[in-house]
């Protein structure tokens, strides 16, 4: 290249060294900002028209460039290039193509508010998309629930049995958690859809633009008040790397789960083979692999999260180069938070609950201890008291090889003077369940009625 073809040549007399514009050019990943920063381009030829910067005809000639280097994008080889960034590729175009009016578009404007601005108006667009992508998942947690109203499941803690939950309220605790993401993201594209662009370098442009008409015109909610920060802002990145890492996280311990119930030792969920995948040693073998990857690359978007809060921390104002590393990380969070979430989705509507399996589970190793307690706290026993007696039923419970409810109704009045025959049905599996009836536990009734929040969440989602 030659050096007067660069944007910024003429203060310059030597070529980049080979090796610095390898490390220096964004080109090769800033280009997916095609069309974000025509948008941009083309809301900045307007904003210069009505300023009475350029001509009508000049605007024309700009806009109309613009827009046939938008058709022409789908040639072959249209974006080889050894343009510096995408900004300096897209002028060059323009230049190529309608001459030296192009020469006029960055009047008034500098790639720091032009960087900043396309940044903007593609994330938001990746945002929407997230966050339908969020609502499919939040649909197949529903159909799996629905898919296995009734069935049971022992609930964990310490990954122990703990106290039997419906499999319905398994599910909707992770539609609860992506529920909240979709929230956050909303609130971040809030800050992500405020446009820097008129900040210029960083002290503001010296044209009478009309920022608020221009914003106006990329669908920006409102412009970014102080030139300074427009440049040089990028906590939107941090918070939206942020959000994505939640919705990694929160799909790492959903796929955690699912590795588990799905081993032979839980045997509780069974995957389809369409998500699955087999050893090249071991013919028995079929590998949760699309969960462990949902699993494994939360690792990644945590990473960049921290990169860009590193990345940031220590820049004085305004722009600095250090800046152009947010792209390669946001890019790589929209692209895995996509993916996860579009495979999490494949998973759910293609696994199946083992309902036996999984309610003899629930129905061994003293997941009724707790209420065999309560059954005595009804008796007006204080329930640490009653704690204690249970402790002991249980031990010898475990010393006979039985469960409590399989123990006669006499051996278990030994251990209180409360105890009565009614103890039977306050041991029983829908006993155990139907008593957690507040609101948020797991009786059939707060089931169903989450499930019909559920859908009704779903439909005013347009689902
Ligand atoms: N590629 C650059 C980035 O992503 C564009 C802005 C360049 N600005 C500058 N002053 N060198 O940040």
Same mark, same amino acid.
């Given at each position: ?8 040549? !003429? ?73 510096? $960034? ?65 069935? *049971? ?61 221009? /914003?106006?015109?990329? !669908? ?10 427009? *440049? ?7 918070? #939206? /790397? ?12 959903? /796929? ?60 004085? @104002?305004?722009?600095?180069? $250090? ?8 890019? $790589? ?49 204080? #329930? ?48 155990? @369940? ?6 948020? !536990? ?22």
């Amino acid at each position: 290249m030659d050096i007067s073809e660069k944007l910024w040549g !003429g203060r310059f007399t030597e070529k980049p060294d080979e090796t610095f514009a390898e490390f220096n050019d964004s080109f090769r990943f800033d280009k997916r900002l095609f069309s974000a920063d025509l948008r941009g381009c083309i809301a900045h030829a307007n904003g210069l028209y009505r300023a009475g910067v350029i001509s009508e005809t000049e605007a024309t000639a700009i806009t109309d460039g613009l827009r046939s280097i938008l058709t022409s994008s789908s040639a072959p080889d249209f974006f080889v290039s050894d343009a510096e $960034d995408i900004h300096s590729f897209i002028e060059g175009k323009l230049i190529a193509v309608i001459g030296d009016t192009g020469r006029k578009l960055h009047t008034g404007r500098s790639r720091n508010d032009q960087v900043a601005t396309a940044f903007r108006l593609w994330l938001r667009d990746e945002i929407d998309t997230i966050d339908e992508l969020i609502v499919n998942s939040l649909s197949s947690l529903v159909s799996l629930a629905e898919r296995h109203r009734d069935a *049971v499941i022992p609930g964990y803690t310490h990954l122990q049995r703990a106290q039997p939950v419906l499999f319905p309220h398994w599910c909707l605790a992770y539609f609860e958690m992506l529920k909240r993401d979709r929230e956050r993201l909303f609130d971040v594209r809030k800050r992500v859809n405020v446009m820097p662009l008129g900040s210029a370098a960083l002290a503001g442009t010296s044209y009478p633009i009309d920022r608020e008409r221009v /914003a106006e015109e990329l !669908g920006f909610d409102s412009i970014l008040e102080n030139s300074l920060d427009a *440049v040089s802002d990028r906590d939107f990145a941090v918070e #939206f /790397a942020s959000a994505c890492s939640l919705i990694m996280a929160h799909l790492s311990r959903l /796929a955690e789960d699912l590795i588990l119930y799905c081993s032979t030792e839980f045997g509780f969920i069974t995957l389809s083979d369409s998500v699955s995948s087999g050893s090249s040693l071991m013919p028995q073998k079929k590998n949760p692999d699309a969960l462990e990857l949902l699993r494994g690359k939360s690792g990644r978007v945590f990473g960049h999260n921290l990169g860009l809060l590193t990345m940031i921390k220590g820049l004085p @104002l305004a722009y600095n180069k $250090d800046m152009q590393e947010d792209k390669e990380a946001v890019f $790589d969070c929209v692209d895995t938070v996509n993916i996860s979430l579009r495979t999490a989705a494949i998973v759910l509507d293609n696994c199946s609950l083992n309902e036996q399996q999984a309610l003899s589970a629930a129905s061994t190793g003293y997941l009724n201890a707790t209420e065999l307690a309560d059954y005595l706290v009804k008796k007006d026993v204080p #329930f640490r008291t009653a704690h204690e007696v249970v402790g002991r039923a249980v031990l010898f419970a475990i010393g006979e090889g039985k469960e409590l409810n399989e123990l006669s109704v006499e051996q278990l009045m030994s251990f209180s003077n409360e105890i009565r025959e009614d103890v039977s049905e306050a041991l029983s599996l829908s006993s155990t @369940l139907n008593t957690k009836n507040a609101i948020g !536990g797991t009786s059939t009734d707060q089931v169903s009625s989450a499930l019909r929040d559920a859908a009704r969440y779903l439909d005013a989602a347009g689902r």
